[in-house]
């Protein structure tokens, strides 16, 4: 069934008691944790056993989404089987699997920091008894409250929210750092106040029923983490493997802009699309984003290729693929969403 949220939504208000919360969010003082990784060891033994490699992150750089206007990917999630939706990147992560109604979140990235989010976040969802709540323990309940709730979840998120490293780390980060890329948490923690405003038509904080289903994934232990660096071969199978042993299809595999040079590349992505192509369905999506040619940092375009169009493709078919895509949309300064862009995948 498709997600009614893909064809035309609406923000919700929160309400002046929500509004308040979200502006007095700022004063509070509250604290860092390392996140679990679902079958893997701990993230610590994970950061010890992690091959270096010539692209390290800057840990925590990209916790604020800067990619402010997602509503743009909304005709390519309509094309969604609903499947588990496979992503790097925090808050883009949980959107798209709200937005898609997903079956299961999997957060996967090379920085550890941006894993630390995507499990401190499905603990607090998991933890919240309603969308207001979320609210009230996302941006303002104090360390105490985190502690107790920790009774109400799993174990793992129990010890995510009872961890005082956990805390720094969403005071820091979220919390407090509203005014890194634009502003962004500052714009994701208040409703969109026209149909064109940052996170409009996407944002899970104020609209109830994309809150309902990204908790009802937290509560069902649908929302894995994972440190995982997309040229590792061995990694990426291990992941495509242990999903498929949980039961699992491949939905969307969202890898925001790690196909542009300024981060992996293309000839990266030519690899890692060739090693999930193996374990996809036709219907399978591989999204990325590419900034639009703007002053603005905050607005992108969205493509995607199915699997159906790559998976009798070569490594370097792929490749120039990306580049021809890449290179279209920067120099476009309209926000786009294709799929098998005809003016790529033809020649």
């Not at 990235?109 to 630390?116: A, L, N, T």
Request: charged share 25%; hydrophobic share 40%; with cysteine.
């Amino acid at each position: 069934m498709r997600s009614p949220h893909i064809y035309g939504i609406t923000t919700k208000s929160a309400g002046n008691r929500l509004r308040c919360v979200v502006a007095i969010c700022s004063l509070l003082v509250v604290c860092e944790s390392w996140a679990t990784s679902w079958a893997l060891p701990t993230l610590e033994a994970q950061l010890t056993d992690q091959k270096k490699t010539e692209r390290e992150p800057s840990p925590g750089m990209y916790v604020p989404p800067n990619e402010q206007h997602p509503a743009v990917a909304i005709p390519i999630w309509r094309k969604s089987n609903h499947q588990a939706y496979l992503s790097v990147g925090t808050e883009r992560s949980f959107i798209g699997a709200a937005m898609t109604l997903a079956s299961a979140l999997v957060v996967i990235d090379y920085d550890p920091k941006i894993v630390q989010f995507a499990a401190i976040n499905r603990a607090l969802l998991a933890a919240s008894h309603n969308r207001e709540d979320y609210l009230t323990l996302r941006l303002l309940a104090p360390a105490g409250v985190w502690a107790e709730r920790g009774a109400e979840v799993s174990a793992e998120d129990a010890q995510t929210l009872r961890d005082a490293e956990s805390w720094k780390f969403w005071r820091e980060k979220v919390r407090e750092n509203t005014g890194a890329w634009s502003s962004a948490f500052g714009n994701l923690n208040k409703p969109a106040d026209a149909p064109d405003a940052p996170f409009a038509q996407t944002n899970y904080l104020f609209d109830d029923q994309l809150y309902r289903h990204l908790r009802d994934l937290a509560k069902r232990g649908r929302i894995w983490t994972r440190i995982l660096d997309l040229r590792d071969e061995a990694a990426v199978r291990t992941l495509c493997e242990d999903l498929n042993a949980k039961g699992f299809k491949l939905g969307i595999v969202d890898t925001s802009n790690v196909p542009d040079e300024s981060e992996a590349g293309s000839a990266t992505a030519g690899q890692y699309i060739t090693w999930f192509a193996k374990y996809a369905g036709d219907s399978v999506l591989f999204l990325s984003t590419e900034r639009a040619n703007r002053h603005s940092d905050t607005h992108w375009s969205y493509y995607a290729f199915t699997n159906k169009a790559v998976k009798a493709k070569d490594e370097k078919t792929i490749t120039r693929w990306y580049q021809k895509e890449i290179a279209k949309l920067q120099s476009d300064s309209q926000t786009r969403a294709v799929i098998d862009d005809p003016d790529v995948v033809g020649n």
